[in-house]
C-alpha cells in the first residue's frame, strides 16, 4: 500500500471518530440540559409546594389561635404633660363568660411582671389603661445643609428623633383562667416611644447655610389644636444674642400652612442658631440645630 493511501484511510478512520465523538458529546450535552430543566421545574415545584405549605400552616395557626395580637389604642391612648395613659386591647375568639382574664406587663427598668384584671368592653373585646411616665415633647426632623465656605460639598445631616435612655417599652401577655384550666399568650414587646409626640405637632423642615447667608423653611401639616402659635430663630455669636427674627407663615391650596426666613448675618459672626416653637396651648419649646 502507498503511502498515499495509507495518510488518506488514517484520515478517513480520524475524520469519522470526530465525527461520532461530536454526536456523542452533542448528545451529552442535550442531555445535561434536559436534566438541568428537569432540575430547575423540580426546584419550582417544591418552592411552590413549600409556599403554600407556609401559608397553610399560617392560616391554620390565625384560625386556631385563641387570642389576637395585643395591641395599643391610639385612639384612646394620651399623653397630658409627663403623665401618659397607655391603653391596650385584644379580642378573645369563642369567650366563655365567666372566665378571668388578666393582663401582665413588665416595663422596662423592673424585673417582676405585674398583672391587672382585664375589663371585657364588648363580647370578646377586652382592654386595659396602664398610667405611665411618659414626657410629651414635639419630634424634631430638620434638614440642615451648609455650602460655600463651610466647606466644597455640601453636607447634609439631620435632627431626628432623640433617643431616650431609657426606651418607652414593656413585655405583656394574656392569661385566661376557665374552671381551674388556665391558657396565656405569647408574651410581646410594646413599644409607645411614639405617644411621646402625639400632642404636638412636629416640626419639620430645612436649613440651608451658605456662608451668612442663613434660608429657614418649615412646614405645618396638621394644624389642629396642637399647632404652632409661632416660630422665632436666634441667632447668636458666642453667647450675645445677635437677633430674633420670625418666620413669616403662607397658607398654600391644601391647608398646609409654610414658614419662611431668609437672613443675611452680614459681617456679624454666627455661632449657633436656635429654633423656638410656641404652640397654641402656651408650651414652648427651643432646640439648638448647630
Known amino acids: 500500500m502507498s503511502k498515499n493511501k495509507l495518510l488518506f484511510l488514517s484520515l478517513a478512520v480520524i475524520l469519522i471518530m470526530n465525527i461520532v465523538l461530536l454526536s456523542k458529546i452533542g448528545d451529552l450535552n442535550n442531555r445535561i440540559q434536559n436534566l438541568s430543566n428537569n432540575y430547575n421545574n423540580l426546584q419550582s415545584s417544591i418552592n411552590s409546594v413549600t409556599s403554600n405549605v407556609n401559608q397553610s400552616l399560617d392560616r391554620f395557626t390565625r384560625e386556631q389561635s385563641w387570642i389576637t395580637p395585643i395591641q395599643i389604642n391610639n385612639e384612646k391612648s394620651k399623653v397630658d404633660d409627663d403623665q401618659g395613659l397607655v391603653v391596650f386591647n385584644w379580642q378573645i375568639k369563642d369567650y ?26 364588648n363580647t370578646g ?74 400632642k404636638y405637632e412636629p416640626i419639620r423642615g430645612h436649613v440651608s447655610i451658605n456662608d451668612n447667608h442663613y434660608n ?35 397658607e398654600d391650596q391644601n391647608g398646609m400652612r409654610l414658614y419662611d426666613l431668609s437672613y443675611n448675618s452680614g459681617s456679624e459672626n454666627i455661632s449657633h442658631v436656635i429654633i423656638e416653637v410656641k404652640y397654641k396651648n402656651g408650651d414652648t419649646f427651643q432646640k439648638e440645630i448647630f
Request: aromatic residues 12%; hydrophobic residues 30%; contains cysteine.
Open 96 to 121: 366563655q363568660e365567666g372566665s378571668e382574664v388578666t393582663f401582665h406587663y413588665r416595663e422596662s427598668d423592673s424585673e417582676e411582671f405585674k398583672t391587672i384584671t382585664a375589663e371585657s368592653v
Open 216 to 250: 429657614i423653611s418649615l412646614f405645618e401639616e396638621n394644624n389642629g389644636n396642637n399647632g404652632y402659635e409661632s416660630l422665632l430663630i436666634e441667632f447668636y455669636n458666642g453667647d450675645n444674642l445677635v437677633t430674633r427674627e420670625p418666620l413669616e407663615v403662607q
Open 125 to 198: 373585646l377586652f382592654e386595659v389603661s396602664l398610667p405611665m411616665e411618659i414626657k410629651a415633647e414635639p419630634s424634631w426632623e430638620l434638614n440642615i445643609s451648609w455650602s460655600g465656605e463651610r466647606g466644597a460639598e455640601q453636607v447634609t445631616e439631620k435632627i431626628a428623633r432623640e433617643k431616650k435612655q431609657v426606651a418607652q417599652t414593656l413585655r405583656c401577655y394574656v392569661s385566661m383562667e376557665n374552671d381551674g384550666t388556665i391558657k396565656s399568650s405569647e408574651i410581646s414587646y410594646q413599644n409607645f416611644d411614639y405617644l411621646t409626640y402625639m
